[in-house]
Each structure stands twice: as structure tokens, then as C-alpha cells.
């Protein structure tokens, strides 16, 4: 009896909140990937390094990689690194595009 009450009083604030936070990541979507890698990676090499893993390395091996980075100095958050780690390891088409300048560029 007591626990229905608990539910029935606590639905709408459950709503309240899931909607909030739903806003919430609206207004702050989560890193995008190919930004994340142009922003934070090219500051001490190419991102060919990058793509030359691309699809190469395991989740696991990119975890690591991006833990080394980060030790060396990278700017990439716990969050942004797990971002990074799926991104690379199933690679996104952002990221693909990223690594495959359109015809002309001169490839990095
Ligand atoms: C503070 C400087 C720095 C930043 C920023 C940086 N790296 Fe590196 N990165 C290095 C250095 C130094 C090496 C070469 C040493 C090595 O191979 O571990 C390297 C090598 C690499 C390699 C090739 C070696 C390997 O383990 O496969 C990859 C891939 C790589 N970086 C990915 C990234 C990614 C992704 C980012 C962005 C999150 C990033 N790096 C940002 C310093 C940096």
C-alpha cells in the first residue's frame, strides 16, 4: 500500500525529470566525434595517425591509444574518450569523411 503511494506520487516528478533531462541533452548534445578529433587531436599530430588505425585497432586497443594520449596531454574527458573509443573502433561515416578528403585536398 505504502510503496503504491510512493509510485503514484513520485510518476509525475519521474516525468518532470526524464523530460528535463532529455532537454537538457538537446541543448547539450554529446561531443561529436569528428569534431572531437579535429579539436583535440591535430594539436600534436595529423589525424592521419588517426586514420591510419582507423578500423584496425580493436575497442580495446583505442582505449588504450586514447588513455596514452590523454597521459601525453590530449584534452579528452573519461566521457569523451569512450565517445572517441566507439567512434573509432566502429568507424562513424563522419569520421570515415574525415579521413577521406574529398578528391583534390591534398591528403594529411
Ligand atoms: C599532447 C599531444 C597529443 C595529442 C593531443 C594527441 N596525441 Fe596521439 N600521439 C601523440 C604522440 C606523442 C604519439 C606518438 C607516440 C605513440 O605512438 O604512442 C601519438 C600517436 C598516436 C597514434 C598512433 C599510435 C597508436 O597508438 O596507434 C594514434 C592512433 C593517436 N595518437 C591518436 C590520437 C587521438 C585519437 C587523439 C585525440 C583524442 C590524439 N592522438 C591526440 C601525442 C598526442
Redesign the pocket.
Known amino acids: 500500500m505504502f510503496r503504491h503511494l510512493v509510485c503514484l506520487s513520485c510518476l509525475p516528478l519521474l516525468l518532470l525529470g526524464l523530460s528535463t533531462l532529455a532537454a537538457a541533452q538537446s541543448l547539450s548534445p554529446p561531443p561529436d566525434c569528428a569534431q572531437?578529433?579535429t579539436e583535440?587531436?591535430e594539436?600534436?599530430?595529423y589525424l592521419t595517425?588517426?586514420c591510419q588505425?582507423l578500423g584496425k585497432k580493436s575497442k580495446r586497443r583505442w582505449k588504450r591509444?586514447?588513455k596514452?594520449?590523454a597521459r601525453?596531454?590530449?584534452r579528452?574527458s573519461p566521457a569523451e574518450q569512450r565517445r572517441?573509443v566507439d567512434c573509432l573502433s566502429r568507424p562513424a561515416p563522419k569520421v570515415v569523411q574525415l579521413c577521406a578528403p574529398p578528391a583534390g585536398k591534398a591528403s594529411r
Do not use: D, K, W
Request: charged share 10%; proline share 0%.
Open positions: 572531437l578529433l583535440r587531436c594539436s600534436c599530430h595517425r588517426v588505425q591509444t586514447l596514452n594520449m601525453y596531454g590530449a579528452v572517441l
